[in-house]
């Protein structure tokens, strides 16, 4: 360590590091090395079927009210999935696939032979699985709309997160979407998949098929806020944007959360929301689960009645699985860096638990107000990202 500065404020560095494989001194973050009782109807969800559920209450059946804008998908729309179910239409994605050359030479190729529209959506559908490739191992035989792909939830999560419905005979997965979540869920329990867009709801049925899991799950085109199907346990992942803009209140969800109708159904309840919840609308009743998965925090879990642990608080690391569940412990102190910085995962950073990590490594924090925790041994933790310290300066901006 060249210099350490005496006098100034306390916790103002400039820390220069590196981390396993670079060589030159850096600010930079490092590329992160953390890197299924009986129901088995096979719905046809294009003209979809209302059959005689009652929700929980005992109340009667309302049927959903189906919207009919396909407004998550582009070129794609539930006749083209129809088609590339047809010999036809499969035979235009495999050459579509197959054509040597870029997307508008392969589209004036298949032009010649196919209608302009299917055209479009074969396209269209090729290159979301494309985009889907991290997310799922059955990709190329998987449907997306691009929307719902990017709301869909990975397998990775999907799977990690429906373990806590093992034992569970019936789930409902409310607003399904593409299906992420219904594969992993219909890998511990039958679910029945609702959403308000009959097309995503064609594309989860669609996809759950491909992975092997479709003998477990219904599909059902309905909107949630004004009927859910019964089911021992729920599953609910809204919509958390809206013309591209952030929406960052529960209430403001697509649909909004409301407990009371969903705790009508059961009070074993699990809720999707985004990381950066306020921790104001988290329940008192619930754990909330902040999970990354390859260094990014991209969804909190709020977990009510037999879903929830012990835990108030919980941040877990994918794909490796590791907890850091919350406890009592004592603010850190803060000091001058030691040999090693820790940037701590941004789910250890959401659920308020930087002094805890601290804690348990024996590390300490460069500043109050800071995340960035300090050691002098090298720990290894799937909770943070470390870097060797090369140099410390005194802060100043004309070192910056
Ligand atoms: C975030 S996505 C769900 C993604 C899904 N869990 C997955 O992994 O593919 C939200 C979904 O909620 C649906 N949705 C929004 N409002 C709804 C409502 N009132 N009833 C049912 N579904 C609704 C949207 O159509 C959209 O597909």
Same mark, same amino acid.
């Given at each position: 360590?060249?210099?350490?500065?005496?006098?100034?404020?306390?916790?103002?560095?400039?820390?220069?590091?590196?981390?396993?494989?670079?060589?030159?001194?850096?600010?930079?973050?490092?590329?992160?090395?953390?890197?299924?009782?009986?129901?088995?109807?096979?719905?046809?969800?294009?003209?979809?079927?209302?059959?005689?559920?009652?929700?929980?209450?005992?109340?009667?059946?309302?049927?959903?009210?189906?919207?009919?804008?396909?407004?998550?998908?582009?070129?794609?729309?539930?006749?083209?999935?129809?088609?590339?179910?047809?010999?036809?239409?499969?035979?235009?994605?495999?050459?579509?696939?197959?054509?040597?050359?870029?997307?508008?030479?392969?589209?004036?190729?298949?032009?010649?032979?196919?209608?302009?529209?299917?055209?479009?959506?074969?396209?269209?559908?090729?290159?979301?699985?494309?985009?889907?490739?991290?997310?799922?191992?059955?990709?190329?035989?998987?449907?997306?709309?691009?929307?719902?792909?990017?709301?869909?939830?990975?397998?990775?999560?999907?799977?990690?997160?429906?373990?806590?419905?093992?034992?569970?005979?019936?789930?409902?997965?409310?607003?399904?979407?593409?299906?992420?979540?219904?594969?992993?869920?219909?890998? @511990?329990?039958?679910?029945? #998949? *609702?959403?308000? =867009? !009959? +097309? /995503?709801?064609?594309?989860? &049925?669609?996809?759950?098929?491909?992975?092997?899991?479709?003998?477990?799950?219904?599909?059902?085109?309905?909107?949630?806020?004004?009927? @859910?199907?019964?089911?021992? #346990? *729920?599953?609910? =992942? !809204? +919509? /958390?944007?809206?013309?591209? &803009?952030?929406?960052?209140?529960?209430?403001?969800?697509?649909?909004?959360?409301?407990?009371?109708?969903?705790?009508?159904?059961?009070?074993?309840?699990?809720?999707?929301?985004?990381?950066?919840?306020?921790?104001?609308?988290?329940?008192?009743?619930?754990?909330?689960?902040?999970?990354?998965?390859?260094?990014?925090?991209?969804?909190?879990?709020?977990?009510?009645?037999?879903?929830?642990?012990?835990?108030?608080?919980?941040?877990?690391?994918?794909?490796?699985?590791?907890?850091?569940?919350?406890?009592?412990?004592?603010?850190?102190?803060?000091?001058?860096?030691?040999?090693?910085?820790?940037?701590?995962?941004?789910?250890?950073?959401?659920?308020?638990?930087?002094?805890?990590?601290?804690?348990?490594?024996?590390?300490?924090?460069?500043?109050?107000?800071?995340?960035?925790?300090?050691?002098?041994?090298?720990?290894?933790?799937?909770?943070?990202?470390?870097?060797?310290?090369?140099?410390?300066?005194?802060?100043?901006?004309?070192?910056?």
């Amino acid at each position: 360590m060249a210099e350490k500065g005496g006098g100034q404020r306390p916790g103002r560095w400039i820390v220069a590091c590196r981390s396993g494989p670079f060589d030159t001194p850096s600010l930079a973050r490092p590329m992160n090395s953390g890197r299924h009782s009986g129901l088995t109807v096979r719905g046809d969800s294009d003209s979809p079927q209302f059959p005689p559920f009652h929700v929980a209450n005992g109340s009667h059946v309302q049927r959903g009210k189906i919207d009919h804008d396909f407004h998550g998908f582009h070129s794609m729309t539930l006749d083209d999935l129809k088609y590339f179910r047809s010999a036809q239409g499969e035979a235009l994605l495999k050459e579509a696939r197959e054509l040597p050359g870029d997307e508008l030479a392969k589209l004036t190729r298949i032009r010649k032979g196919y209608d302009a529209g299917r055209c479009r959506a074969a396209m269209e559908l090729l290159a979301n699985r494309e985009r889907g490739r991290r997310k799922f191992a059955r990709v190329d035989e998987m449907a997306f709309d691009r929307e719902g792909l990017e709301q869909a939830s990975g397998e990775t999560t999907s799977t990690y997160r429906a373990q806590r419905y093992k034992g569970v005979g019936a789930v409902a997965d409310l607003c399904c979407g593409v299906g992420g979540d219904t594969i992993g869920l219909a890998g @511990v329990a039958d679910v029945v #998949a *609702v959403d308000k =867009d !009959p +097309g /995503r709801v064609a594309t989860t &049925r669609w996809n759950v098929d491909v992975c092997g899991v479709g003998d477990r799950v219904r599909v059902l085109a309905s909107d949630v806020t004004q009927w @859910v199907p019964e089911a021992d #346990a *729920v599953f609910i =992942d !809204p +919509g /958390r944007r809206r013309d591209g &803009r952030r929406l960052l209140s529960l209430r403001d969800y697509l649909p909004p959360v409301d407990l009371d109708h969903l705790f009508k159904v059961t009070p074993d309840v699990g809720i999707k929301v985004a990381p950066g919840i306020s921790y104001a609308e988290i329940p008192e009743t619930c754990e909330v689960e902040f999970i990354s998965d390859e260094g990014s925090c991209k969804e909190a879990i709020l977990w009510f009645g037999g879903l929830r642990s012990e835990a108030e608080r919980r941040a877990t690391i994918l794909p490796g699985r590791a907890s850091l569940v919350s406890r009592s412990s004592e603010p850190a102190d803060v000091r001058t860096p030691g040999a090693f910085v820790l940037e701590p995962d941004r789910a250890v950073i959401r659920a308020h638990m930087i002094d805890q990590l601290a804690e348990s490594l024996g590390a300490w924090k460069l500043n109050a107000e800071v995340a960035y925790l300090s050691c002098d041994h090298p720990v290894d933790t799937p909770f943070a990202t470390r870097f060797q310290v090369r140099d410390v300066f005194r802060f100043g901006m004309k070192r910056l």
